[in-house]
């Protein structure tokens, strides 16, 4: 092992650095993305790295990259500056990038490890800045910044769409199927009507119906949504049952406070307003696989569940709520 070294200048240095990183991406003014340093987020450091997360919004898409921006130094891997693409995190757009993203002199491209993307400020530059005041060390970083996710969100807007016509019937045949398990699908506590006038059944990035969810003695009402969500801006994605806040104001928070995982669905409340159930990747994965009965019998235990777990979450929450 290497004796250790405690050089309190150099950490004091590291911590000077990410402040003036904050305020380079702070500062960016781009007619492409809108960047916006996150510097509380939990991963933003940690034992081989020190920075912050930046959000990358494409002004003409809308698209949403989330990016780590700082400085890495693990010893099996290249140390430096770095604007890092995980895939965790942008499932919809990290191949596209890795495939169109192109050459600029502002960074380096790493494509060493298969699901952490890399653009590097070039070791020159990096060197160079060390040491310059202030007010230079803000504009190489912030070039460095801007320069880095231009090209990401570039990289993502070249992606076109690839569709057959089979494609299409296959969007049909799914908003068939749901609309046929929602007719049957029959809870332990719960009921379902489908909503057929609603406009938003069918929109931009999902297929699917609204519907009236209830327990069995009309005593507790939601408005729900069932179907695919399928945007390539955000994820998830997948089959999913959802509630909003906006269709349930007097009863979505007695939902939301109450709401349990299950082994049939992942719960995911990323977005402050809605609750998404969606079926786990290995259910997904076993549907593609199956005939069209037992994909139908999959999809009815699917929404059995998650209409059961809604409502049994508001019931629970709705003598705190109703006081």
């Not at 989330?66 to 693409?85: D, K, Q, V």
């Amino acid at each position: 092992m290497e004796r250790l070294n405690l050089n309190l200048d150099a950490l004091k240095s590291m911590h000077r650095f990410g402040d003036i990183l904050e305020d380079a991406i702070g500062g960016i003014n781009s007619d492409i993305a809108e960047f916006t340093a996150i510097r509380d987020a939990k991963d933003c450091i940690g034992r081989h790295w020190y920075g912050m997360r930046c959000g990358v919004t494409c002004r003409r898409s809308g698209l949403k990259l989330y990016l780590h921006i700082g400085l890495i130094y693990y010893p099996s891997t290249r140390p430096g500056l770095m604007a890092e693409l995980d895939e965790q995190n942008n499932k919809s757009i990290y191949q596209c990038i890795l495939q169109n993203i192109k050459k600029r002199p502002e960074f380096e491209i790493n494509r060493d490890e298969p699901v952490y993307f890399k653009l590097f400020m070039p070791d020159d530059t990096f060197m160079s800045m060390s040491g310059r005041k202030r007010g230079e060390q803000l504009v190489i970083l912030r070039q460095f910044v801007q320069s880095a996710g231009e090209s990401m969100i570039e990289a993502a807007y070249e992606e076109g769409f690839k569709l057959d016509y089979t494609n299409m019937a296959d969007a049909l045949n799914l908003a068939n199927a749901f609309d046929k398990v929602l007719n049957e699908v029959d809870g332990d506590v719960s009921k379902a009507e489908v909503n057929y006038l609603d406009k938003d059944n069918f929109g931009q990035y999902s297929i699917g119906f609204r519907y009236y969810l209830s327990d069995k003695n009309d005593t507790c009402k939601l408005y729900a949504y069932f179907g695919a969500i399928f945007s390539y801006k955000k994820q998830p994605a997948g089959i999913f049952a959802e509630i909003d806040w906006f269709s349930n104001q007097k009863d979505f928070d007695a939902a939301f406070d109450n709401m349990e995982e299950s082994p049939l669905y992942d719960l995911s409340v990323r977005e402050p307003k809605f609750i998404k159930l969606f079926m786990k990747d290995a259910m997904m994965d076993e549907f593609n696989r199956a005939d069209y009965d037992t994909q139908i019998s999959m999809l009815l235990r699917f929404l059995k569940e998650c209409n059961d777990q809604m409502i049994k979450a508001r019931i629970k929450g709705g003598s705190r709520h109703e006081k």
